[in-house]
C-alpha cells in the first residue's frame, strides 16, 4: 500500500458513504458463538473429538505462553514443550479410554446413567477407576522428568548462547506445569467408571460462563470496589459477587441436565468455579502485564488468544479433578 494513501481511506465510487463493517461487540459475538458452537459440538460428538479439541487447545494456549515468555527475556525450548504437552494429554486420553472401557455413558431420555449397575459394582468401580488414575499420573510425571533432562542437555549445547540456562528450563517447565498438566485434568471429569460422559464437561462449561457473564453485566452495573486494581483494573468486587450469585444459580438448574449428580455436588463445583475461576484469571492477567502484552493472541477476533478464553480453566481443574477422584 502506499504510503500517501491512509490505510483508513474510503473506497468505492466517490461520492457514496462509506459502508461501515461490523462492530467490535458484533464481531466479539459472532466469533463467541461460532467458538461455543465447535466447542460444545467437539465434547458432545465423541471422545476423539473431545481430545482432539482440546489437546489443540492446550498446545496453542502453552505457545502462547511461551511467546509472553520469550517478550520478558527467556528462551524457552517452544517445540519440545509443546510436544511434551501432545504427548502427556494423548497418553492421558488413551489410558482413560481403554482403561476405563473405551465407552460412552449411555443416557436414557431422562437423562440418567442407564445400565443397571448394583451399588456395590459401582464402588468396585469407583475404586478401580481411583487406581487407575493413580496408574496412569506416572506418565506425565514421567514425561516432566524426561523433559527437565532434555532441556538441561539442550542448554549445554546452546551455552553460552542461551544466556541463562536454567531461567530458560524453568520458563519451559512453568508453561507445563501451569497449562498442559491442568488441562490434562480435564479428562479426570470427563471419564467415570461407566465411561465419557460429556454432560460433565458441559457443566463445567456452562458453570465457567456463568461466572463471566454475572461478573461482566455486574460489574457494568453496580462496579464500584476494584478487585485487584494492580493486576486487572476493571475487576470488581461486585462483578465478582454477581458472577459468583449467577454460577451457583446455574448450579442449581444443571440438574436438569444431569439429574443423577447431587446438588450438593453442583453448588460445590459452582463454588470451586465462582471462587478460583476469577483467580485464574487474574494470575493470567498478571503475567500479560510483567511483559506488556494486552491480550495472549489473536486467534479470535475480539477475543484475544485461547490463554485468555481458557485461563479460568487452569485453577479450576486441579480443584475439581481432587473433589471427582475423592468423592467419585
Not at 517452544?78 to 501432545?86: K, M, N, P
Not at 506418565?139 to 549445554?156: D, H, K, N, Y
Not at 548462547?161 to 497449562?179: C, D, K, M, R
Not at 468486587?237 to 444459580?249: M, N, R, Y
Request: aromatic share 12%; charged share 10%; with cysteine.
Amino acid at each position: 500500500m502506499s504510503d500517501s494513501l491512509p490505510s483508513s481511506a474510503p473506497t468505492g465510487t466517490p461520492g457514496e458513504p462509506a459502508k461501515a463493517g461490523p462492530s467490535n461487540l458484533q464481531l466479539r459475538t459472532i466469533y463467541g458463538l461460532l467458538g461455543a458452537a465447535l466447542l460444545v459440538g467437539s465434547v458432545w460428538f465423541s471422545p476423539w473429538t473431545f481430545g482432539l479439541f482440546f489437546a489443540f487447545v492446550q498446545a496453542v494456549m502453552l505457545w502462547e505462553f511461551y511467546r509472553m515468555m520469550e517478550k520478558g527475556g527467556s528462551k524457552p525450548a517452544v517445540w519440545l514443550g509443546v510436544a511434551v504437552s501432545l504427548l502427556s494429554f494423548g497418553a492421558v486420553l488413551l489410558a482413560a479410554h481403554y482403561m476405563l472401557g473405551g465407552k460412552v455413558v449411555p443416557i436414557s431420555p431422562a437423562g440418567e446413567v442407564t445400565g443397571g449397575e448394583a451399588l456395590a459394582e459401582h464402588i468396585t468401580s469407583s475404586f478401580r477407576q481411583g487406581q487407575t488414575w493413580a496408574a496412569f499420573f506416572a506418565i506425565p510425571g514421567c514425561l516432566l522428568v524426561l523433559t527437565t533432562v532434555a532441556l538441561l542437555v539442550r542448554e549445554m549445547l546452546a551455552w553460552p548462547e542461551h544466556g541463562q540456562p536454567f531461567t530458560n528450563v524453568a520458563a519451559t517447565l512453568a508453561g507445563l506445569l501451569y497449562i498442559s498438566m491442568p488441562m490434562a485434568l480435564l479428562i479426570v471429569l470427563a471419564f467415570l467408571p461407566h465411561g465419557y460422559d460429556y454432560r460433565r464437561v458441559i457443566v463445567l462449561l456452562f458453570l465457567i460462563w456463568s461466572a463471566d457473564i454475572g461478573a461482566y453485566f455486574a460489574g457494568k452495573t453496580f462496579g464500584k470496589h476494584k478487585l485487584a486494581p494492580a493486576i486487572s483494573p476493571g475487576k470488581t468486587w461486585e462483578g465478582w459477587a454477581g458472577g459468583a450469585v449467577l454460577t451457583l444459580v446455574m448450579g442449581w438448574a444443571l440438574g436438569y441436565l444431569i439429574p443423577e449428580l447431587p446438588l450438593t455436588h453442583r453448588l460445590v463445583a459452582a463454588a470451586v468455579v465462582a471462587v478460583f475461576g476469577p483467580l485464574g484469571d487474574l494470575a493470567e492477567s498478571m503475567l500479560k502485564r510483567s511483559v506488556d502484552m494486552k491480550d495472549s493472541g489473536s486467534i479470535m477476533p475480539g477475543h484475544g488468544g485461547l490463554l485468555d478464553r481458557f485461563d479460568a480453566f487452569l485453577f479450576v481443574l486441579p480443584i475439581l479433578a481432587l473433589l471427582q477422584l475423592l468423592a467419585g
